[in-house]
């Protein structure tokens, strides 16, 4: 495909974009002028199922696939219909189906609901194509949330955090090797259509329903992340095409943003910089988006390929609604080579033991104690503490040697089923202490990216956090989500192998 | 009242279907082409062709060939007016509607119809290519053409067979009969019989579609040679008459359309065929349908009126059941009998997506005219009209002729 189709293909397949004859109310997708019935009368109105559920009205169990999509192996192609009657094609995704006839009328009436993936990949430096007619069933792994945004309060706060959605995906491999790993027992696996910028998308979907926030009012966007699928071409664009992030103007938004590189903290650095700019008076808009997004990579083999998970976290960042006021920061950084990837190699190399002591050790607790005597405030007048988790191991002993109980640490240690999600991990464990955390607590984050440095962070969280609750799809939810579905670790190495491509 | 026709068909030709190795696109049209020309009794010349109407579909990706009608003049050492059309399987029935209308422009008194198509010459990305003919969408949601049939019969064994085992039976006999039909044609792809059990037991292309469902990746060329119907006799005592060519087109794309379980575009074209012959359904006794699948002929056999809307698989299943003897098996209802692909359909004579439309045509041609050897069908009271169905896609055109002998000029 070409860059300029690519393009078009891009403003209708991103949100499923399907044009509305307001007179008679007929649908059409693809999107067209005007409408077949009133003709010079029509009055088109645009509209997106982005957020929609539609049903599976037919499809087909792919065996023999065209070669651009041999990468998937089998799976089921199919016809979507939405609200209103317009259908659609589309995939299913997350589903590898049984070796033997399926009887696709099963699928027939089911719920479906959109998903943002790849469709497939120019070779090896081609393009990369992303569409949201990829569908999971309603009932399967992600549990499926509405999008209702409201107007936000008058007046501003403190800034903090407005909103956050996580995301992981449905897959998992088990260590089978107590030995290794670190304490993760398992870890999240991506299908082979997603990748770090699919994740992203999901997870700052997410975000905008937690907070029900109008997409528009966002007005920057940073994407943490050392797997982003291009060496040179935003991630953050297509996430704020995807997520209509910003003021729309013509077929393109205002607003900011670019992709971020500190390998495990390329997030949680910019957290300081949503918030700064969020109270800067030069900049018009209210809201910044970040996400820590991450294919984790490692190499066969590698002791780290039996830590790297895969997903992401997305913080919007603001002055109203706020669920937790952001209070004290200090970030701390030396080069330190511990860990690194040079430009064009596909698995990263660490320095094995030299990436503990003089590396994580070192940077996570000197941020720790500095913020600490630089608050003021004592390990325990802080309820919980999230932690970069490269295992479980490091985080445990960093928090404990600062004077933190297990009591503080347990709930963020969520890498211990998801694996290490580098720039999403320590914006996870925030992520699962929010979700359970009650107006008045204080939590401390502290981030890890090799190379080296560490961000800390004490937020308070306010009576905000319960409204927006139920909106939530909880980190612990995905953990324990009954159809999340275990692979081997050959199909573990496939999936990660296709979806690094 | 049968109006005045388009055209005469005084001349066919074809090659065999299959894996045609050692031929190139424009040498299998040049076959066809000369066997059409000398096939004509009284004799017909290369410099009586007029103009010549060529129908392909993806001789541009397979054989990286353009400007068609330059090769067909290299070969053919003419230099007179060439058109070729693409549209997708339906391509040569195009270029044949074409043609009629050429000749009953006035225009032209003989002209050369040629269709033709080489898919083995890019095995390995003929599944990819083939969804030219299908919406971009449709392909980027990972769908194949065996993919979107299957699409139709999941939703239509869904809709209609609710579970009778019956209904995907006679989506199996379908095939059984085609095959039968196909083994006294000496220029079919598969000359052998299947049984349902057979169908059952094929890999699965695309569930509920396995690989007994679907006609095969073919080479193939036809050629048939058309005459103002009034000159007809100078060339042959048995012309073969067009008394309609209609067209009707619909979506490109399967889920845009109305109803996934009916080919609107066959039903229009029908209908309009029916009524410019000035016949009934039931006047048609042979029929050369499109069975690209086997969901497809069922879906004829509906759109066609031939069976009501979600009983065409019942019809089938009775008719084949009840069937006792010889060598073709009829579909039959309510006054009616039809014979359905009687060479073996696309099934099993083979499916070279260009010539497949002309490939019909010439079926009947030799049928009507009891040519047809070996596999001369048997009809009580001889075949007045026949039927050819072809469209392109997955339904987003249909082109539909009628033929017969019997015309008042």
């Known amino acids: 495909m070409s860059e300029p189709i690519t393009r078009r293909k891009i403003l209708v397949d991103y949100r499923i974009r399907v044009s509305r004859c307001e007179i008679c109310g007929r649908r059409y997708f693809p999107p067209k002028p005007f409408c077949d019935v009133e003709g010079r009368r029509s009055r088109i109105r645009y509209e997106d199922y982005f957020y929609r559920k539609g049903l599976f009205y037919s499809g087909a169990v792919i065996r023999r696939p065209t070669n651009r999509f041999s990468y998937l192996g089998s799976f089921i192609s199919c016809i979507v219909e939405f609200d209103g009657g317009v259908r659609t094609p589309g995939r299913i995704t997350d589903i590898v189906p049984d070796e033997g006839e399926v009887d696709v009328s099963e699928f027939i009436g089911r719920e479906v609901v959109p998903r943002f993936r790849r469709t497939y990949v120019d070779g090896e430096s081609g393009l990369i194509y992303y569409s949201s007619l990829a569908f999971s069933f309603a009932d399967d792994y992600y549990e499926y949330r509405e999008y209702k945004p409201v107007k936000p309060s008058e007046g501003s706060e403190k800034p903090g955090i407005v909103g956050y959605g996580v995301y992981i995906p449905k897959f998992r491999v088990k260590n089978t090797n107590p030995a290794m790993g670190g304490g993760v027992i398992e870890r999240a696996v991506p299908f082979p259509d997603e990748d770090a910028t699919t994740f992203a998308v999901e997870a700052g979907r997410r975000a905008l329903i937690?907070?029900?926030?109008?997409?528009?009012?966002?007005?920057?966007?940073?994407?943490?992340?050392?797997?982003?699928?291009?060496?040179?071409?935003?991630?953050?664009?297509?996430?704020?095409?995807?997520?209509?992030?910003?003021?729309?103007?013509?077929?393109?938004?205002?607003?900011?943003?670019?992709?971020?590189?500190?390998?495990?903290?390329?997030?949680?650095?910019?957290?300081?910089?949503?918030?700064?700019?969020?109270?800067?008076?030069?900049?018009?808009?209210?809201?910044?988006?970040?996400?820590?997004?991450?294919?984790?990579?490692?190499?066969?083999?590698?002791?780290?390929?039996?830590?790297?998970?895969?997903?992401?976290?997305?913080?919007?960042?603001?002055?109203?609604?706020?669920?937790?006021?952001?209070?004290?920061?200090?970030?701390?950084?030396?080069?330190?080579?511990?860990?690194?990837?040079?430009?064009?190699?596909?698995?990263?190399?660490?320095?094995?033991?030299?990436?503990?002591?003089?590396?994580?050790?070192?940077?996570?607790?000197?941020?720790?104690?500095?913020?600490?005597?630089?608050?003021?405030?004592?390990?325990?007048?802080?309820?919980?503490?999230?932690?970069?988790?490269?295992?479980?191991?490091?985080?445990?002993?960093?928090?404990?040697?600062?004077?933190?109980?297990?009591?503080?640490?347990?709930?963020?240690?969520?890498?211990?089923?998801?694996?290490?999600?580098?720039?999403?991990?320590?914006?996870?464990?925030?992520?699962?202490?929010?979700?359970?955390?009650?107006?008045?607590?204080?939590v401390l984050l502290v981030s890890y990216g090799s190379g080296a440095g560490s961000d800390a962070y004490i937020f308070t969280v306010t009576e905000k956090v319960e409204e927006k609750r139920d909106r939530a799809v909880s980190v612990r939810s995905q953990i324990e989500n009954p159809k999340r579905r275990y692979v081997d670790y050959a199909t573990y190495r496939k999936w990660k192998e296709a979806s690094s491509v | 009242m049968t109006g005045r026709?388009?055209?005469?068909?005084?001349?066919?030709?074809?090659?065999?279907?299959?894996?045609?190795?050692?031929?190139?696109?424009?040498?299998?049209?040049?076959?066809?082409?000369?066997?059409?020309?000398?096939?004509?009794?009284?004799?017909?010349?290369?410099?009586?062709?007029?103009?010549?109407?060529?129908?392909?579909?993806?001789?541009?990706?397979?054989?990286?060939?353009?400007?068609?009608?330059?090769?067909?003049?290299?070969?053919?050492?003419?230099?007179?007016?060439?058109?070729?059309?693409?549209?997708?399987?339906?391509?040569?029935?195009?270029?044949?509607?074409?043609?009629?209308?050429a000749i009953r422009s006035g225009m032209y008194d003989v002209v050369l119809v040629g269709g033709f198509e080489k898919m083995t010459d890019?095995?390995?990305?003929?599944?990819?290519?083939?969804?030219?003919?299908?919406?971009?969408?449709?392909?980027?949601?990972?769908?194949?053409?065996?993919?979107?049939?299957?699409?139709?019969?999941?939703?239509?064994?869904?809709?209609?067979?609710?579970?009778?085992?019956?209904?995907?039976?006679?989506?199996?006999?379908?095939?059984?009969?085609?095959?039968?039909?196909?083994?006294?044609?000496?220029?079919?792809?598969?000359?052998?019989?299947?049984?349902?059990?057979?169908?059952?037991?094929?890999?699965?292309?695309?569930?509920?579609?396995?690989?007994?469902?679907?006609?095969?990746?073919?080479?193939?060329?036809?050629?048939?040679?058309?005459?103002?119907?009034?000159?007809?006799?100078?060339?042959?005592?048995?012309?073969?008459?067009?008394?309609?060519?209609?067209?009707?087109?619909?979506?490109?794309?399967?889920?845009?359309?109305?109803?996934?379980?009916?080919?609107?575009?066959?039903?229009?074209?029908?209908?309009?065929?029916?009524?410019?012959?000035?016949?009934?359904?039931?006047?048609i006794r042979l029929a050369e349908v499109h069975d690209c699948f086997t969901i497809e002929e069922c879906l004829f056999m509906e759109d066609s009126g031939f069976y009501r809307k979600g009983e065409g698989w019942r019809g089938i299943y009775e008719s084949i059941e009840s069937f006792q003897g010889g060598k073709h098996i009829p579909y039959v209802g309510d006054g009616w009998e039809v014979f359905v692909n009687v060479g073996g359909g696309l099934k099993a004579d083979g499916h070279p997506v260009g010539a497949t439309g002309l490939r019909q045509v010439y079926e009947c041609f030799k049928q009507m005219r009891g040519e047809a050897g070996a596999n001369q069908v048997d009809v009580e009271g001889g075949i007045k009209y026949a039927l050819c169905h072809n469209i392109g896609g997955t339904g987003g055109i249909a082109n539909v002729h009628i033929l017969t002998r019997e015309v008042t000029l």
């Open chain 1, 210 to 442: 937690h907070s029900a926030l109008d997409s528009r009012y966002i007005g920057k966007c940073y994407i943490g992340s050392e797997s982003t699928p291009y060496a040179v071409k935003p991630s953050a664009s297509t996430v704020i095409q995807a997520l209509e992030l910003g003021e729309p103007y013509e077929d393109g938004f205002f607003t900011g943003g670019l992709d971020t590189q500190f390998a495990c903290k390329a997030a949680t650095d910019l957290f300081i910089d949503a918030v700064a700019l969020v109270s800067c008076p030069l900049f018009k808009a209210d809201y910044v988006m970040v996400i820590g997004a991450d294919n984790s990579q490692a190499a066969p083999g590698d002791p780290l390929d039996y830590t790297v998970g895969a997903g992401a976290a997305a913080y919007i960042f603001g002055k109203r609604d706020v669920i937790a006021t952001l209070d004290h920061y200090v970030s701390y950084t030396s080069d330190t080579p511990d860990f690194y990837r040079r430009d064009g190699e596909k698995y990263p190399r660490h320095g094995g033991r030299f990436t503990g002591e003089p590396a994580y050790f070192k940077h996570v607790t000197t941020a720790m104690k500095t913020i600490l005597r630089r608050s003021g405030l004592k390990p325990g007048d802080i309820s919980y503490v999230a932690l970069h988790s490269p295992n479980i191991k490091y985080p445990v002993r960093a928090a404990l040697s600062v004077g933190f109980t297990m009591d503080q640490i347990r709930p963020g240690l969520v890498n211990r089923y998801l694996g290490n999600l580098y720039s999403g991990s320590s914006p996870t464990a925030l992520a699962a202490i929010l979700d359970i955390a009650e107006p008045g607590d204080r």
């Open chain 2, 5 to 101: 026709p388009y055209a005469a068909i005084i001349g066919a030709g074809r090659t065999r279907f299959g894996e045609l190795w050692y031929e190139n696109p424009e040498s299998m049209v040049v076959k066809a082409g000369l066997e059409a020309l000398e096939s004509v009794e009284k004799g017909l010349h290369r410099a009586d062709i007029q103009a010549c109407y060529l129908g392909s579909f993806m001789y541009q990706v397979t054989n990286k060939l353009g400007l068609v009608p330059g090769y067909i003049s290299r070969e053919l050492g003419l230099n007179i007016p060439m058109s070729q059309t693409e549209a997708a399987c339906a391509s040569s029935s195009s270029a044949l509607h074409n043609a009629c209308l």
């Open chain 2, 122 to 283: 890019r095995y390995g990305k003929i599944v990819d290519d083939l969804m030219f003919a299908a919406d971009p969408r449709e392909f980027d949601a990972g769908f194949t053409f065996s993919g979107l049939y299957a699409a139709m019969m999941a939703r239509y064994m869904y809709d209609f067979g609710k579970g009778d085992d019956r209904c995907r039976i006679a989506l199996a006999q379908i095939a059984v009969k085609n095959h039968q039909h196909a083994v006294n044609n000496p220029y079919a792809q598969f000359r052998s019989r299947i049984t349902v059990e057979d169908v059952f037991k094929s890999p699965l292309i695309a569930d509920p579609v396995r690989l007994l469902h679907c006609s095969p990746i073919s080479d193939g060329a036809v050629a048939v040679v058309l005459c103002r119907p009034e000159i007809a006799r100078r060339y042959t005592d048995d012309p073969v008459y067009i008394v309609a060519s209609q067209q009707a087109t619909d979506h490109v794309s399967l889920y845009s359309r109305t109803s996934t379980v009916e080919i609107k575009a066959t039903r229009l074209a029908v209908g309009k065929a029916l009524r410019e012959a000035g016949i009934g359904l039931k006047d």
